[in-house]
């Protein structure tokens, strides 16, 4: 085990080094045995060994054991090349180089590889009958305007179909939720966000609703199409390269706060939309498909909020959902249970 003195000694050390050392001395320790492939001690078994020895905390070298045993485990597993090896480092690289604050290569890749999906439902389990749950995605805003139920929440000029949403919230006993707010966003009928178009001044196609005491809302709105997430770098790449596309189904986003509730972020998707069980990002899930039906009546055009002349190709699309809250102590309960067994099916 090296000394501080020999830490500082020129002759052994240079000069980086000891500038480190000016404020920190890395604790050393000595090598005692070797290791290699196919004997009993291997360079998994070295590096963990290391960990345990000097990684101070509990839940860090928890998470980093396991990781090194699996990112070992498949190596030994695939019996990756030099050339793939570098292959994969140079896609990282520009995984890196190629995200900036309007796109992240890195999200984009835990999203694409099912990671994110897998993230969400492990911090946010669900007892039966509890609305599914789905990662925001990056149009999401504070800046949301808050309405009440029953409003309009695009501008008139906003591209795309009309739409009437009518949703009810309760708690998995069946009951309405008092004081829920809820945050909706979502693209236009050219599958694009209001953040996307620069050129344009304020918010559209997105509100905060404040839902009424039995836990109804409603809105009017457009209805959205189908897009694609980023495909320009190494993800769009990676996509190709495994016969997937990068087109998102219609959807609509939605984020639920009530007092007492676990949060909910999740979206619905349209029956009629197309890439339903091809979503790039997986976040579509069966129970969260939903039919979508065209109001050819000026009369239920009426009693929904709409003028005849803001009607648009003589139908409003009516959608209509049910969301179901788990409440927190459910959610804590179920967290206990998985940390206690993660083998365990909810």
Known sequence: MAS?????????????IRAQLEHEVPRDLPLERDFREGTDYTI????????????????TLELFRSLVTHLHAFARETLPTHDEWTKTIKFLTRCGKESNEYKNEFILLSDTLGFSALIDELNHPKPP??????EEGPFWTEDMPEVPSGSTIATPDTTGENLFFAATIKNTKGEGIKGATID?????????????????QGTNDR?????????YFSYRGILPTAYPIPSDGPVGEMLHLLGRHPHRSSHLHFLLKAPGYDELTTALYPAHSPFLGTDPVFATKKSLICDVKPETDPKRWAEMGYKR?????????????DFVLASQDEVRELKELQRKNPKTKL
Not at 309 to 321: A, S, T
């Open 4 to 16: 501080e003195q020999q830490m500082k000694n020129p002759l052994l050390v240079g000069r980086a």
């Open 44 to 59: 998994t078994d070295h590096v963990q060994d290391l960990h345990s020895k000097l990684t101070k905390e509990p839940r």
């Open 129 to 134: 009958g509890a609305t599914e749950s789905c």
């Open 184 to 200: 909706v966003w979502q693209a236009d009928g050219d599958g694009v966000y209001d953040v996307q178009e620069i050129e344009k």
């Open 207 to 215: 509100a905060r609703i404040h839902a009424e005491d039995s836990g």
């Open 309 to 321: 002349d803001e009607v648009r190709n003589g139908r409003v699309w009516v959608w209509k959902y």
